[in-house]
């Protein structure tokens, strides 16, 4: 089970800012911060770090689980709204299920300011609400 995961970023506040709104839905603030260092979580525990830099590093796919399908559609006008950029010209990135994967597979993609693509995936069946 991971623990955190940390993402160096080219725009420190720009970044700060875009994941603050995009992860609000899911309950997650600023859980702590140090220089150029912020750490995404709750209960002051960070589970996402960015650090200000230089962005040499090919950007990654992050994954974050929600409760529920709806929390999946807040994560993504969130992020929109935050100037995330839709990653639908690679895998469609609309809030919508996933059978390719599993059958209750319910997702968002977005690209965040650096170009990584954050995922929010909800993996309970529609009908368990």
Request: charged letters at 20%.
């Amino acid at each position: 089970m991971l623990d955190h995961i940390g993402l160096t970023v080219h725009d420190y506040e720009r970044s700060k800012a875009f994941y603050l709104a995009a992860l609000a839905p899911l309950g997650y603030e600023l859980a702590m911060e140090m220089g150029d260092w912020a750490g995404f979580g709750w209960g002051g525990k960070p589970q996402l770090l960015i650090k200000g830099g230089s962005t040499t590093v090919p950007a990654v796919n992050i994954a974050f689980s929600a409760e529920d399908r709806e929390t999946v559609q807040a994560f993504y006008q969130a992020a929109l709204k935050a100037g995330a950029a839709d990653s639908a010209s690679e895998e469609g990135s609309a809030p919508s299920l996933r059978p390719e994967y599993h059958a209750d597979y319910f997702s968002a993609y977005v690209r965040d300011p650096d170009g990584h693509r954050v995922e929010v995936v909800c993996h309970i069946p529609a009908d368990a609400f």
